[in-house]
């Protein structure tokens, strides 16, 4: 971890006087402040992780608003409320569709981070002079 970040998982003035703020403020914010404070250098996942995380985290509500628009009351003009249904369906329509490419340029991301990290590994060890394949395991010694 970066210790000249500014922001950091570690008791200096900044990220106390964000828990004293956090508290005064709102005190759920304080204590998310203090459990980044101690636990933060333990949460080193990368930003897809963060993503995919907070997705299974807060899909449900997501999914739940969406439904809850769809049973709006009629508004008394049959031909205003038919219209405002099918615009609803277009834009969710249009959502799945963006939600679709999300996760197909998620899958591509992934991917390339794992070729990179690939061909980093497999540099390194060309460089070391390591007797491993591409594969990680050890050939079999020549006789």
Same mark, same amino acid.
Request: charged share 35%; glycine share 6%; proline share 3%.
């Given at each position: 971890?970066?210790?000249?970040?500014? #922001?950091?998982? %570690?008791?200096?003035?900044? /990220?106390?006087?964000?828990?004293?703020?956090?508290?005064?403020? *709102?005190?759920?914010? &304080?204590?998310?402040? #203090?459990? =980044?404070?101690?636990?933060? !250098?333990?949460?080193?996942?990368?930003?897809? !992780?963060?993503?995919?995380?907070?997705? +299974? %985290? *807060?899909?449900?509500?997501?999914? @739940?608003?969406?439904?809850?628009? =769809?049973?709006?009351?009629? /508004? &008394?003009?049959? %031909?205003? !409320?038919?219209?405002?249904?099918?615009?609803?369906?277009?834009?969710?329509?249009? +959502? +799945?569709? #963006? $939600?679709?490419?999300?996760?197909?340029? !998620?899958? =591509?991301?992934?991917?390339? +981070?794992?070729?990179?990290?690939?061909?980093? *590994? $497999?540099?390194?060890?060309?460089?070391?002079?390591?007797?491993? @394949?591409?594969? &990680?395991?050890?050939?079999?010694?020549?006789?």
């Amino acid at each position: 971890m970066n210790e000249t970040a500014l #922001l950091r998982p %570690a008791w200096t003035p900044l /990220t106390i006087a964000l828990m004293v703020i956090g508290f005064v403020v *709102f005190w759920p914010l &304080g204590l998310v402040m #203090l459990a =980044y404070i101690i636990w933060g !250098d333990r949460l080193n996942m990368r930003k897809g !992780d963060w993503k995919r995380s907070a997705e +299974r %985290a *807060f899909g449900s509500c997501k999914r @739940n608003m969406r439904n809850a628009d =769809y049973t709006m009351h009629s /508004t &008394g003009n049959a %031909a205003f !409320d038919e219209w405002r249904r099918s615009e609803m369906e277009r834009i969710e329509a249009e +959502r +799945r569709k #963006l $939600d679709e490419m999300r996760a197909e340029f !998620d899958r =591509y991301t992934d991917e390339l +981070r794992r070729a990179r990290d690939r061909e980093e *590994f $497999d540099r390194f060890m060309r460089e070391r002079g390591g007797n491993f @394949n591409a594969s &990680g395991s050890n050939p079999a010694p020549e006789a």
